[in-house]
């Protein structure tokens, strides 16, 4: 299994997922598809699926185009999402392959939208596990709770996403991670992973180069949002339970200006 980013927009990625063995590809919220085509060209790829995290238009927005560019291409978008140019709904735990090798579960992780969904996806043995987060989860980071609650965003967040094992590689749907990281020193400041996280992504950043993937290791170690649990960050927050805090920080976060 082999990743690309496809940088969109100002500030979006796309994500091409490949199997090596049957060059076979899928990409992930291809808002720009003449990019994803000609990235899918270069790779000598066959592209035969697309993955929509969710409906917002800078996401699902190039499905339709896609499929009048790639005749009888799948489209998988939330079963509750009413996603643009859908064949394929899908719901918590749905599992389809691309390829011979490329696994993908579908979770499951409203909030952000109330149909939102993450893709995790699996390839051989020894191959690090990738899950694609759209607007749920970004580095140090998470989507404003446009159509759900904090308590669901702790589920999305906390139990879906931080159960997968912590080597699984995070591709997240926005290059959002030094404001990110800014915001998550001012709940955090002692904090010396954030510290030096900030350092290394502002570095990325001047280089012109993208901070993605991170991993749910790194997620659980600087991402406030992902820390909930600890009693420690509650305390800084002012409250002793996971998801008020998580409440707070989102509100926090709404009102910061960085």
């Given at each position: 299994?082999?990743?690309?980013?496809?940088?969109?927009?100002?500030?979006?990625?796309?994500?091409?997922?490949?199997?090596?063995?049957?060059?076979?590809?899928?990409?992930?919220?291809?808002?720009?598809?003449?990019?994803?085509?000609?990235?899918?060209?270069?790779?000598?790829?066959?592209?035969?699926?697309?993955?929509?995290?969710?409906?917002?238009?800078?996401?699902?927005?190039?499905?339709?185009?896609?499929?009048?560019?790639?005749?009888?291409?799948?489209?998988?978008?939330?079963?509750?999402?009413?996603?643009?140019?859908?064949?394929?709904?899908v719901?918590?735990?749905?599992?389809f392959?691309?390829?011979?090798?490329?696994?993908?579960?579908?979770?499951?992780?409203?909030?952000?939208?109330?149909?939102?969904?993450?893709?995790?996806?699996?390839?051989?043995?020894?191959?690090?596990?990738?899950?694609?987060?759209?607007?749920?989860?970004?580095?140090?980071?998470?989507?404003?709770?446009?159509?759900?609650s904090?308590?669901?965003?702790?589920?999305?967040?906390?139990?879906?996403?931080?159960?997968?094992?912590?080597?699984?590689q995070?591709?997240?749907?926005?290059?959002?991670?030094?404001?990110?990281?800014?915001?998550?020193?001012?709940?955090?400041?002692?904090?010396?992973?954030?510290?030096?996280?900030?350092?290394?992504?502002?570095?990325?950043?001047?280089?012109?180069?993208?901070?993605?993937p991170?991993?749910?290791?790194?997620?659980?170690?600087?991402?406030?949002?992902?820390?909930?649990?600890?009693?420690?960050?509650?305390?800084?927050?002012?409250?002793?339970?996971?998801?008020?805090?998580?409440?707070?920080?989102?509100?926090?976060?709404?009102?910061?200006?960085?």
């Open positions: 299994m082999k990743i690309f980013h496809i940088p969109c927009l100002e500030d979006n990625y796309a994500h091409l997922i490949i199997d090596e063995t049957t060059k076979e590809a899928a990409v992930v919220d291809p808002v720009e598809p003449e990019k994803i085509i000609e990235a899918a060209k270069q790779h000598g790829v066959n592209l035969t699926t697309v993955l929509t995290t969710h409906h917002h238009w800078d996401h699902a927005g190039g499905n339709e185009k896609i499929k009048e560019m790639v005749p009888g291409i799948k489209v998988y978008g939330g079963s509750l999402d009413n996603v643009k140019g859908c064949t394929h709904q719901e918590n735990g749905d599992k392959s691309i390829g011979a090798h490329v696994n993908v579960l579908s979770l499951h992780t409203p909030c952000h939208t109330k149909g939102h969904i993450s893709y995790y996806v699996t390839g051989k043995e020894g191959e690090d596990p990738a899950v694609f987060t759209g607007d749920t989860l970004f580095v140090t980071g998470c989507g404003k709770f446009f159509e759900g904090a308590e669901q965003m702790y589920q999305s967040l906390c139990v879906t996403l931080g159960s997968l094992p912590q080597p699984t995070v591709y997240c749907g926005h290059e959002y991670t030094v404001k990110n990281l800014l915001f998550a020193l001012t709940v955090e400041p002692s904090n010396v992973k954030l510290q030096q996280k900030l350092a290394w992504a502002q570095n990325q950043q001047q280089a012109g180069l993208p901070t993605i991170s991993t749910i290791e790194d997620e659980l170690e600087t991402n406030p949002f992902m820390r909930v649990d600890l009693p420690e960050l509650q305390k800084l927050v002012g409250f002793n339970d996971p998801i008020e805090a998580l409440r707070e920080i989102r509100k926090r976060k709404d009102n910061w200006r960085g």
